[in-house]
């Protein structure tokens, strides 16, 4: 693209303050982390910066049902005696991964909020990137929360793209499947669903190469399962980009959702693959080249100063600035990169890659294959916009949007 483009960037000061708990692993103090790194390397100046809304109860029934919602809002580490039913029901506190605690329903409309603002941003034509780092939570289902993630701002997100937008991609770049989002799609073929991740004895289980969606989305949920220890190339130029040039080519999508889960990269705490900042930041950058309106997510990463280092990096190359400095400037957690205080992490020498060329060319020829099968079928209308009276609640939602002033951005670090 030779036009410049426009870049919007959506972080709430409240949202990293929230604490699953002392020996959990998903810690949204990272976000603060990575936010100290886009402004210290200057990136906020090349962006429109917003504080977003917390999404309301209504905005997150679009998706989830009233009941799940209800209890969200509701239980509280103080009342947890009262909902031992619910929790049960919705797997929610101590005996799950998706713990109780303080201000949990806030969180929940904080990084949904913001990535609803993305998408009504996208949709309105505001801008062509919208970038929220507390966002991308992909395995919450309609009812049930699950794998640290209890609202599913992904879905919400796509939903309110659909107003404006016949299809949608959206690509998972975490080492987990984007199980969630996947399910809740499974059977149209307005949503394509891309998932490179990890499979085998490995949460959540799913995301086999054979599922492939159901009903009239049969073929339009794509899923490239792997092996431990996998690096650049391999996930890159074996994978990922002749599979995106592929869908690009049969679907053609109107707008892309991207979640950039940094837990697939080298020496995560929970993850297995061995890819380098540089090496996951080249799918964003892939991506962002096709000019498509493009909402940018975060996701999983549970050793956080290199998921601070990675969404920041991500940040840059999203502001055409990929040139930046490989050492840390001095920020406010400056110690957390110690000993050598770069941005770039390279690869684990002690991993081995255990996804060989031939199962890779597989997985590549299967999933060509699939995307082939689709290109004779009958797709959905190509009229990209409904008519004005169908977006009024967007329109409305976009006066919610503020931009805070630069100095503002530093002043609500702490």
Not at 103 to 116: D, K, N, R, V
Not at 282 to 297: E, I, Q, T
Request: glycine share 8%; proline share 6%.
């Amino acid at each position: 693209m030779t036009t410049k483009q426009r870049v919007s960037y959506f972080y709430h000061p409240t949202c990293p303050l929230f604490y699953y708990g002392p020996s959990h692993p998903m810690k949204p103090h990272r976000m603060k982390l990575a936010h100290h790194l886009i402004l210290t390397y200057g990136l906020y100046k090349d962006m429109e910066c917003y504080r977003p809304h917390p999404a309301s109860a209504g905005e997150m029934t679009q998706f989830h049902s009233e009941e799940y919602i209800s209890f969200l809002s509701k239980v509280s580490p103080d009342n947890l005696r009262q909902f031992t039913t619910s929790m049960q029901k919705f797997n929610a506190g101590d005996t799950t991964d998706c713990p109780v605690f303080d201000g949990l329903y806030e969180f929940t409309q904080l990084y949904t909020g913001a990535s609803l603002d993305g998408a009504v941003q996208l949709c309105q034509n505001q801008t062509d990137i919208a970038i929220n780092w507390s966002g991308g939570l992909h395995h919450a289902k309609k009812a049930e929360a699950s794998g640290f993630c209890y609202v599913n701002d992904i879905v919400l997100a796509i939903l309110e793209l659909l107003k404006v937008h016949a299809r949608v991609l959206y690509i998972d770049i975490d080492v987990h499947h984007g199980d969630g989002v996947e399910e809740a799609f499974y059977t149209t073929d307005r949503v394509m669903t891309l998932s490179l991740h990890k499979y085998g004895d490995f949460f959540p289980g799913t995301g086999h190469i054979t599922d492939v969606g159901a009903k009239k989305g049969t073929g339009y949920s794509v899923n490239a399962p792997l092996n431990n220890g996998i690096t650049d190339d391999a996930y890159f130029e074996e994978l990922f980009k002749p599979i995106m040039d592929k869908i690009m080519d049969v679907f053609r999508p109107g707008a892309i959702v991207l979640q950039c889960g940094a837990d697939s990269l080298a020496q995560d705490r929970l993850g297995c693959f061995n890819l380098t900042i540089k090496g996951h930041a080249a799918c964003v950058a892939y991506v962002k080249s096709l000019g498509v309106p493009l909402l940018v997510l975060g996701g999983g990463g549970y050793t956080i100063r290199n998921v601070a280092r990675c969404w920041a990096y991500e940040t840059a190359v999203l502001v055409n600035k990929p040139d930046v400095p490989n050492a840390i400037p001095y920020n406010d957690y400056y110690e957390y990169y110690a000993p050598d205080y770069e941005l770039h992490l390279g690869q684990d020498p002690t991993i081995e890659n255990l996804n060989t060329p031939k199962m890779l060319e597989s997985i590549r020829v299967d999933i060509l294959q699939q995307l082939s099968d689709l290109e004779g079928a009958p797709s959905v209308g190509m009229q990209e916009v409904p008519p004005l009276f169908q977006r009024s609640e967007s329109l409305d939602s976009v006066k919610r949007d503020r931009k805070p002033h630069a100095a503002e951005l530093y002043d609500s670090v702490d």
